[in-house]
């Protein structure tokens, strides 16, 4: 959904990439408007070689041998998966994802190094009475343990037990509202009516006599049951995401009040498990990073600095689709330091490689690949063998890289790697991790808030916020738009509460007045979003005479642009990004 502003008065378990990967994303890589200090590079870069020194951070011995709480998470293909892991990780409680076809013999040979206290089943774009549905081994249910279903595992639950699952009469997607019909167990200390996030087709309608319905809605008759002498509880909406008001206190319940967990895992234990599976992976060997500059791949880059020392090389890869300035920021700011830090000019390469491609998808697979074969130059150099990449989850999961989820666009890093590598192993150590899980381990690991708080840029860069085929006109206009979008929102101090601001330079051209004269030029799209997590975001509420001024800014100044439009919409129904 948009809204003109033109001129007008306005009326309302495996590791990194080139990270200029923005939400993550979208791709969250490289960083916003701020991005372009020397300051801050400076001080990132100075971080980077304290790393192999005294200053490392250590975990002891001892607490890595910690038998964690843990809640194991099957993943039946939901989007929202991986976000209730970190959910629990937020609570102190360790969480791992696991597939949804795990059997009783696997949980309980995993109990042998965690202590399994519960199971929850996430959601997943399926429907549980289609023939090649993902599946619950109905075992698991006996074993004892407490378990969560939401949203898809609350209907698979409901019909293992022979309830009954229909499509439902109203479909549900967004937010609604629940009549709390029982406050007990997981919906302990609610309300009688809760404002929740649904995102269903299907619908449980009865259940045996041994459960109970907790809560419902009008068109929903059972949107939370339990089972009355089990720890066996399902809900119909999604209480991992922001949208559900009371969301963390329901899933508090299910891990401290049901499971009886012990809040003894801490964020430093995973930054200690990255540093040690790198090590593991590439041994004695050497391996190349791509090197942004944006938050992802600078945790990455300090974390196998960390792990590999002198045997790791930073890649910057110029492909000429950065912001304003950015990549002499870079170039000044790590040339002048002692690192195995290559920068490779591929501009050329690059803008010929999509000459005459519009498909995003096609843009995307072939920045992809083109990294790669940059990537593999330069190992060749260095003598490395393994590459290590800032992919965090959003990026997986918007690539539909998981058995039973739906792919919504492919992130270069992720489905847009070519099939043939030659590298032994592509490492991502923040695999798992969302933005700012992200940020977390940054602090921790003492990068300058330069870094820290920098909005995600996608890897392809530019490349995919220009709608249609690239042209040196349309980099030169999107690149100016895009300056002077982080300017003023930088320069009204928006910029720390918003996820991301940019342009998008779209395909459309619109008539225009200029000087009393006819012109006929680009429409301009301006995001800006506001997020936690990049999973969900809603579209920022930027004050009417910042827009004005943008909008007055950019058809000044960029003659070729005649409309400036502002999107509200929120993700979802869209992504972030436009491609």
Sequence with gaps: ????????????????????????????????????????????????????????????????????????????????????????????????????????????????????????????????????????????????????????????????????????????????????????????????????????????????????????????????????????????????????????????????????????????????????????????????????????????????????????????????????????????????????????DAQDRFIAKLKGVTDPEKKRKIIGEEFIRVFEEKAETAGADYLVQGTIYPDRIESGFRKHSDKIKTHHNVAGLPAKIKFKKILEPLRDLYKDEVRKVAKMLGLPKEIVNRQPFPGPGLAVRIIGELTEEKVRIAKKADRIVREEIERNRLDERLWQYFVVLTDTKATGVKGDTRAYGYVVAVRAAESREAMTASFAQIPYNVLETISTRITNEIPEVTRVVYDITHKPPATIEWE
């Design 1 to 344: 959904m948009l809204l003109i502003i033109s001129r007008l008065r306005l009326y309302k378990f495996s590791f990194l990439r080139v990270e200029w990967n923005a939400e993550g994303a979208e791709k969250a890589g490289c960083a916003g408007g701020k991005l372009g200090t020397h300051a801050g590079l400076h001080s990132y870069t100075t971080a980077i070689l304290n790393y192999g020194t005294s200053s490392q951070i250590s975990v002891s011995h001892s607490k890595m041998q910690t038998r964690y709480d843990t809640i194991l998470v099957l993943d039946f293909g939901g989007q929202y998966c991986h976000l209730i892991g970190r959910r629990v990780r937020e609570h102190g409680v360790y969480s791992e994802i696991v597939p949804q076809d795990i059997t009783p013999d696997e949980v309980k040979k995993l109990n042998e190094k965690l202590n399994i206290k519960g199971l929850i089943l996430s959601g997943g774009p399926s429907s549980v009475y289609e023939p090649n549905a993902p599946r619950l081994d109905p075992k698991i249910l006996e074993m004892n343990l407490p378990v969560l279903g939401l949203c898809y595992g609350h209907q698979l639950v409901a019909q293992l037990v022979n309830g009954k699952v229909e499509p439902a009469v109203c479909k549900e997607y967004g937010v609604a509202h629940v009549d709390i019909d029982n406050p007990v167990g997981v919906l302990e200390g609610l309300s009688g009516k809760e404002k929740v996030w649904m995102s269903h087709g299907d619908t449980v309608f009865s259940l045996p006599p041994e459960f109970e319905v907790l809560a419902h809605t009008e068109s929903c008759p059972v949107a939370a049951f339990r089972h009355k002498t089990k720890p066996i509880y399902g809900l119909q909406w999604h209480p991992e995401v922001i949208h559900t008001e009371n969301g963390m206190r329901m899933l508090r319940n299910f891990i401290f009040e049901v499971c009886r967990c012990e809040a003894n895992w801490q964020m430093g234990d995973i930054i200690e498990k990255m540093v040690s599976e790198l090590k593991a992976e590439v041994g004695e060997g050497k391996a190349i990073i791509g090197l942004s500059g944006g938050i992802d791949s600078s945790v990455a880059t300090a974390l196998a600095a960390q792990a590999l020392d002198d045997r790791l090389t930073a890649v910057f890869v110029d492909h000429g689709f950065m912001r304003e300035g950015e990549p002499e920021a870079i170039r000044d700011a790590f040339q002048k330091f002692k690192i195995n830090f290559v920068i490779a």
